[in-house]
């Protein structure tokens, strides 16, 4: 990674521009060609530098409801609770931890009856019943920025 990698992620991650050809106006920005800017950005994609470029909207304000579910599963059950999760389109993600709630993840629903109905046809499905939903009661994390 050199300065122009590091310019075009700080550029990027602060201020993508919301326009119709938003890596042209990075590439005008830093000073070098709209397709390098695509080319830099497809291989730090590709070295797992770069995750996922996307918006991060407030959801609350938006209506929608999150939660945070940590389930206690036996690990016979953890394959079939697991897809059964990841089945679920509100679940953006989640991971194993070595706790005896061993399965964590995060749900988003468009309100609060859907967020309780997913979350009981999780129980439903899977006959895991120690599901906790533990919601945020207060939003520390407003922005995270890396000066690269």
């Not at 399965?103 to 967020?115: D, H, K, R, S, Y």
Request: aromatic residues 6%.
């Amino acid at each position: 990674m050199d300065n122009t990698d590091r310019r075009i992620l700080n550029c990027i991650q602060e201020d993508l521009p919301l326009t119709a050809t938003p890596f042209a106006e990075v590439a005008e920005r830093i000073g070098i060609g709209e397709k390098e800017v695509l080319e830099r950005i497809a291989r730090l994609k590709d070295a797992g530098i770069i995750r996922r470029i996307g918006a991060v909207f407030d959801l609350r304000r938006l209506g929608f409801a999150s939660t945070l579910c940590a389930a206690r599963v036996p690990e016979e059950r953890l394959e079939d609770f697991v897809r059964v999760v990841n089945a679920q389109p509100g679940v953006t993600h989640n991971y194993r931890r070595d706790d005896a709630y061993n399965v964590w993840f995060t749900l988003i629903a468009p309100g609060e009856e859907e967020l309780s109905a997913t979350l009981e046809g999780i129980r439903r499905e899977t006959g895991i019943d120690d599901i906790l939903s533990l919601r945020a009661v207060k939003t520390f994390k407003i922005n995270a920025r890396f000066e690269v």
